[in-house]
């Protein structure tokens, strides 16, 4: 193959091209492709087997039964004569519908939409002087498995709803499992977690109609959050651009809670972790996310599993705030066990402490990603948990989740949950147990099986749960003081955004609450808004007809915080996509040359032109295709190269394609409209100097901020990597609240 055609485009279904006649030749099974990975070759207690990732996917020439049975015939069932009735005695038949009717299993009631990959963190060892826990020590390499997810959607939900993302972390640590359970947005809902049904129930689609799916825009949700004012911080987060992420890759996690290290002297502090993608904080404006939703309701999945085929491997850094573990546990006047609360960057700086890297895509989806089941009390010594409301439930919640939807309590065997450190741990028995265990005495102390297993000191690893010395106190149902300041936070929020993100926060509040059909919920959320900020209040109201209510509660002011705005960084290009508009027309050697200049910086070029296959002869240096008009959006391209003002292809028709808009145009609409997309979407454009007119039937001026032209294709392609580094051409973006 020429190096004009070794650009690693992903997408690739198998790790070896389809024949174009069905196989008939006995082979043996083909390996995943290069860019899967399948959990680690343990035993259900933990011991190395030695066996290759792939000892658990099936092996063999021949279609078999479940009990290795070979078969001559999976098409026909066993019948009294051709025409007759099926025969019980079919165990072929009856085994594979049993199993197909018992394939699924239930779904998680939030977070049931995700994704998945595996990957390694590489300690810096910075922690080591705070925390005990070994995978931290210094260049200490551990392997990992990531879930990212949306929280309110079903399995068949689109990925770029607005709403909160599940990033949650599980290490296989030889001091066993450990599990960063954490969300997009460091502050949650509610404050204790008895509530969280009460959310769940609330942004959950109406129990009457089931509808509507994976949004928050209707009446419940906006009903209780109102009425539940602890929520309006996490609602000021989602209804920003946070809730509607580029991609998993430049999306931050939180772990939420506020944790407890422990170090070798037994010594504590108080973290809260951050991961920071080196890719920087993205999103996508809200029209892009609408046009997603239809046009690729997988966009997240797909760019995840696509940026790591194509080596462009995601990366984040660890870090941790840090806090003096006093007895009032509190930090320049915030509480550190309110979930609601965040700590701004500017008074607790992020020390990074380790960077994560994910390197490879599962190999199949359901064991991997769907069974996989964490869990914030899976702890490591040196790491433990806090008094926050809210964890403690969830160290209950987790645990009891798993028991129903993974078929009952040895859910840690299962190969993607099992720990890659040695397991005695005397539970027995129960559905599903793949263990064999030996041995007469399963309880502790004993004599019969040696005093096996022996308790372990703090020396030799064994977890310490941190004496805590209790005040005082009376059995009650409440919160302290400290948990009743409810919208300074929001405040904060809103007023550390750059006027162009709080012109999306007021879109989103007016989009959300424009969609609730009762007057008395929009006027009491109104009455909230009032309380964080008077302009967001008076915009929202008046795109709601409604009049402006007055502030109920005086909210302190604070600084703010420029660690919350998305702009104003330039961020590494690697892993971008961009997509080449070009035709038979085009010069093929300026379009090769510039996938030979994107490919360089690590970016995804995709050439988009009037029909599949080859621009050029396949055999002679032609440019292969991988988007057509019909079938590419501007959505999918972090940026655009114009090779072609290319005339109408032949299925530019509107009643084939809603695209194509009106017939009778001088250029294919698909492609104008791409254009005219990605320039209000503010993203980079650059343009051959022969294929100007297409700008101009996009209504585009050439001076316009973003917009690069000219013939020095290598001129073109850095200029185009400069203007995407900061993600947008936010300069076209005029900001109303300004």
């Known amino acids: 193959m020429s190096e004009k055609r ?19 030749t006995p082979r043996e099974p083909l390996p995943p492709k290069p860019d899967q990975q399948g959990p680690e070759a343990v035993s259900p207690t933990g011991s190395p087997t030695g066996a290759p990732a792939t ?59 995700g994704a998945g990959a595996h990957g390694v963190f590489r300690s810096y060892g910075t922690a080591a002087n705070i925390t005990r826990a070994g995978f931290l020590a210094k260049d200490v390499e551990t392997p990992v498995f990531v879930r990212f997810s949306t929280v309110l959607g079903s399995r068949g939900s689109a990925d770029t709803v607005r709403d909160t993302r599940g990033f949650s972390t599980k290490f296989y640590t030889d001091e066993g499992t450990y599990d960063l359970v954490g969300n997009n947005i460091p502050v949650f809902f509610v404050q204790d977690g008895i509530k969280f049904p009460d959310i769940v129930h609330a942004a959950k689609p ?43 890759r430049t999306m931050e996690g939180f772990g939420v809670h506020t944790f407890r290290f422990v170090n070798a002297e037994g010594r504590t502090t108080l973290v809260k972790f951050h991961w920071k993608p080196k890719q920087g904080v993205h999103s996508l ?108 439930v969830r160290l209950f919640s987790y645990l009891d989740t798993q028991i ?20 005695n741990d005397m539970l027995r028995d129960g559905m599903h147990q793949q263990a064999v265990h030996a041995g007469v005495a399963p309880y502790q102390p004993n004599s019969l099986d040696g005093g096996c297993p022996f308790l372990a000191g703090q020396d030799i690893g064994a977890f310490i749960d941190v004496p805590e010395e209790l005040a005082a106190s009376i059995k009650e149902r409440r919160n302290p003081a400290s948990f009743d300041d409810h919208y300074s936070q929001a405040r904060l929020f809103f007023r550390s955004l750059s006027p162009v993100e709080q012109d999306h926060v007021i879109q989103a509040y007016t989009f959300e609450l424009g969609k609730c059909y009762e007057k ?66 085009s010069d093929l050697a300026a379009v090769n040359a510039a996938r030979q200049a994107l490919d360089a910086e690590g970016i995804v070029p995709l050439v988009i032109a009037p029909a599949a296959g080859f621009l050029g002869s396949e055999d002679d240096g032609g440019v292969p295709v991988q988007r057509t008009y019909l079938t590419a959006r501007s959505t999918e391209f972090d940026a655009v190269i114009i090779a072609a003002a290319a005339a109408p ?59 690069v032209s000219g013939n020095d294709v290598g001129a073109l392609v850095k200029e185009l990597t400069g203007l995407m580094a900061a993600h947008r051409v936010w300069e076209r973006f005029p900001a109303a609240s300004a």
Not at 6 to 24: C, D, K, Y
Not at 63 to 87: E, M, N, V, W
Not at 211 to 217: E, M, N, T
Not at 305 to 327: H, K, N, R, S
Request: some cysteine; charged content about 20%.
């Open 285 to 392: 404006v809200w029209e892009e996310a609408q046009i997603i939703n239809g046009m690729d309701p997988d966009f997240h999945r797909r760019d995840l599993a696509d940026a790591i085929e194509a080596g462009a491997y995601p990366e984040w850094e660890l870090g941790v705030q840090t806090f003096p573990d006093t007895e009032d546990q509190m930090f320049e006047g915030i509480d550190l066990l309110d979930p609601t609360k965040f700590v701004p960057e500017e008074l607790a700086p992020v020390q990074p402490i380790g960077v994560m890297t994910l390197n490879a895509n599962p190999t199949n989806f359901f064991a991997e990603t769907e069974q996989v089941a964490f869990h914030p009390g899976h702890l490591v010594p040196g790491i433990d948990v806090t008094n926050d409301p809210l964890l403690q």
């Open 520 to 585: 008395s919920i929009r006027e009491r959320q109104l009455a909230a808004l009032a309380n964080v900020d008077a302009d967001l209040c008076a915009a929202v109201a008046k795109g709601l007809g409604l009049p402006v209510p007055a502030a109920t509660e005086e909210v302190p002011d604070s600084d703010p915080s420029p660690a919350l705005s998305q702009l104003g960084k330039t961020w590494p290009v690697a892993g971008r996509i961009v997509g080449i508009l070009a035709d038979e027309g």
């Open 404 to 423: 129903s939807r993974l078929g009952g309590p040895n859910f840690g065997q299962i190969p993607i949950n099992r720990p890659q450190a040695p397991v």
């Open 649 to 707: 292809a032949p299925d530019a028709a509107p009643g084939l394609d809603a695209k194509a808009g009106a017939p009778g145009g001088a250029l294919d609409p698909r492609g104008v409209l791409l254009l005219t997309e990605a320039f209000r979407h503010a993203k980079a454009i650059a343009s051959l100097d022969s294929a100007a007119p297409a700008l101009t039937a996009a209504g585009i001026p050439q001076d316009a901020p973003g917009i």
């Open 55 to 113: 000892s658990r996917a099936q092996s063999g020439q021949y279609l078999t039964t479940a009990q290795g049975l070979r078969l001559r015939d999976t098409d026909h069932s066993l019948k009294a004569g051709s025409r007759g009735p099926i025969l019980l005695q079919d165990h072929h038949l009856r085994e594979k519908i049993t199993h197909f009717d018992h394939e699924r299993i239930p779904e998680r009631v939030v977070h049931a939409r």
């Open 206 to 248: 109406h129990p009457d109609r089931e509808i509507p799916q994976a949004q928050s825009a209707h009446d419940t949700f906006w009903d209780f959050v109102s009425l539940h004012t602890e929520a309006q911080a996490h609602t000021m987060w989602n209804m920003s651009d946070r809730g509607i992420p580029r991609s998993y």
């Open 6 to 24: 070794s650009i690693n485009i992903p997408g690739v279904p198998a790790s070896e091209p389809a024949s174009l006649e069905e196989p008939t």
